[in-house]
């Protein structure tokens, strides 16, 4: 142990604690590392003290924080446990950043992505929240723009809005769901297709000759499955197990359009990604059978 008469040139404090005597150096002459005097020959001398101070220094470089933040400490500006809690909140925001950028590489890895699509990907992922929220305020905004606010249409879209925002440290697959929402919400044919249902509304007719999801679900479903074509006479038995007895044959078109208007992928894949995004697990595609029992009606209409 050092007494504390014991000085150190830099080459020797440096030596005792292991680090390259450019560093020692360089801290010195940030004013981190504090000189207890000179040699005969104008050398820098260093005490205990500077080898408890290098120590110190030492370990809270090496736990990554700045040397802005070290001066801090070291003179009381800041406590080292809040200088810790800020360099922790750093971390997590670069941790983010870096799950980010990993799951932007993922994606491009897997999809057949161009040079511009890349490029708008990475844009999308490091946005704040703020500006990720913005754009999926603006397509509401769109979405809803003179529909009447007495109809479903605003409700719906509130919650398309509330739903799209990435939890404070999202998992890849979280992040690649956003990426794909931002590229959705910006495709002009998507947001006219919404437009267009929230401007219609439920169609009357719809409430009128009330079809059931679920036996759309579970017998189109099984017809599909099965590969019975729409057009068939088993899909005239399937229809006549779903349609509702009161719908006449020949208004089964009206209502198969109907229908159509309001059956789209592209809609139910926006649900899907919301879904993903606030880490819940997506529901069964209903589209296929939808769009199947649509086929099947306008078959069967006369």
């Not at 020959?41 to 110190?56: C, E, K, S, T």
């Not at 649900?271 to 199947?292: D, Q």
Request: aromatic fraction near 6%; hydrophobic fraction near 45%; glycine fraction near 6%.
């Amino acid at each position: 142990m050092s007494t504390s008469a014991e000085l150190f040139t830099i080459g020797r404090l440096a030596e005792r604690c292991g680090l390259p005597t450019r560093t020692v150096r360089f801290w010195s002459d940030a004013g981190l590392i504090p000189v207890a005097g000179r040699s005969a020959g104008g050398y820098r001398l260093y005490d205990a003290a500077a080898v408890a101070r290098l120590d110190l220094v030492r370990t809270l470089r090496e736990l990554g924080l700045g040397l802005d933040q070290v001066e801090a400490v070291l003179t009381d500006a800041a406590t080292v446990a809040e200088v810790a809690a800020a360099h922790v909140a750093a971390l997590d925001a670069e941790i983010r950043l870096l799950r980010t950028r990993r799951a932007v590489l993922g994606t491009v890895a897997k999809r057949a992505t161009t040079k511009e699509e890349t490029l708008l990907m990475h844009k999308l992922a490091r946005m704040s929240a703020r500006e990720r929220q913005e754009i999926i305020d603006e397509f509401v905004r769109y979405v809803l723009e003179g529909v009447d606010p007495g109809s479903p249409a605003p409700g719906i879209a509130e919650n398309m809005r509330r739903a799209a925002e990435l939890p404070d440290d999202p998992a890849p697959e979280q992040v690649d769901a956003w990426i794909e929402l931002g590229e959705l919400v910006a495709d002009e044919d998507f947001r006219r297709r919404v437009r267009d249902m929230a401007v219609a509304g439920r169609p009357a007719r719809e409430q009128r000759y009330a079809i059931d999801p679920g036996a759309v679900m579970e017998h189109a479903g099984r017809a599909l499955a099965d590969g019975i074509a729409p057009a068939s006479p088993e899909g005239r038995a399937v229809v006549e197990r779903i349609a509702d007895p009161d719908v006449p044959v020949a208004e089964r078109a009206a209502v198969a359009d109907e229908m159509a208007a309001f059956t789209d992928a592209r809609v139910e894949r926006y649900w899907s990604l919301l879904a993903i995004i606030n880490g819940r697990e997506p529901r069964a595609s209903a589209v296929p059978s939808f769009e199947w029992f649509i086929a099947a009606l306008r078959a069967h209409s006369g």
